[in-house]
């Protein structure tokens, strides 16, 4: 079935670069995402990429995606405090995400002052 | 953001007794989701509609039922509860021309 990898944990210090990684192993994905998660709230829509895109920048945030190592990135630049939280991968598979998506577990963003 | 809203936010019930969570969109999206969220395993998706009275199981279906008999809300009913089911749920819209999902704050569901 689909699966979605990421890493548990990451730390970084503040004013470096975040880059969270992610596999998917569904190669009909037409969209994939990312999406954060603070403490006690809902999942709030960061960014995401169209399949047939192998990069796409919105202010601090930069997705890369490799298709052929299904292998999905993102960095976010100049890391700030606010930037602690759990950030979720997920996939829409074939269906476009008309049938649910397909998370990661999600990966704990750790800013060290 | 997204009009979306959960409710209960909160809940606490006994083991065996029946639990319906709302969600009610101001979005007017065709596509609405329950997901569940619990350490270890992420969000993973229970059930979708894909519009009034269409809807169909997700991954972990089991033990849940879900209702929508209109665009803005989305029922979803835990018939004898368990506490395997406590968890938080999380309802989500969707637009497939736009393949974006919106979530709401989520329901604290501690089933004893």
């Known amino acids: 079935g689909e699966d979605v990898e990421q890493s548990l944990f990451l730390s970084v210090r503040e004013g470096d670069s975040s880059v969270i990684n992610c596999t998917y192993t569904?190669?009909?994905?037409?969209?994939l995402y990312w999406y954060k998660q603070e403490p006690g709230a809902g999942l709030q829509l960061l960014t995401y990429?169209?399949?047939?895109?192998d990069m796409k920048q919105d202010q601090r945030l930069t997705v890369l995606l490799n298709k052929k190592d299904k292998h999905l990135s993102l960095r976010i630049a100049d890391t700030q405090t606010g930037d602690s939280a759990i950030y979720f991968c997920a996939e829409s598979g074939s269906g476009g995400g008309a049938d649910g998506l397909t998370f990661g577990k999600g990966t704990h963003l750790i800013i060290q002052p | 953001d997204a009009g979306i809203t959960q409710s209960p936010r909160h809940k606490v019930t006994e083991t065996g007794t029946p639990v319906t969570l709302r969600c009610h969109q101001t979005e007017n999206h065709r596509y609405m989701y329950w997901y569940r969220q619990d350490p270890g395993h992420g969000l993973r998706l229970i059930h979708y509609s894909y519009g009034v009275k269409d809807t169909d199981k997700g991954e972990v279906s089991d033990g849940y039922s879900v209702s929508r008999s209109k665009t803005e809300d989305f029922l979803l009913t835990l018939e004898s509860a368990t506490s395997s089911q406590t968890s938080v749920y999380f309802c989500?819209?969707?637009?497939?021309?736009?393949?974006?999902?919106?979530f709401g704050q989520g329901t604290r569901l501690t089933v004893v």
């Open positions: 990429i169209f399949s047939n895109m």
């Open positions: 989500a819209i969707g637009d497939r021309l736009n393949t974006e999902a919106f």
């Open positions: 569904d190669s009909s994905s037409t969209y």
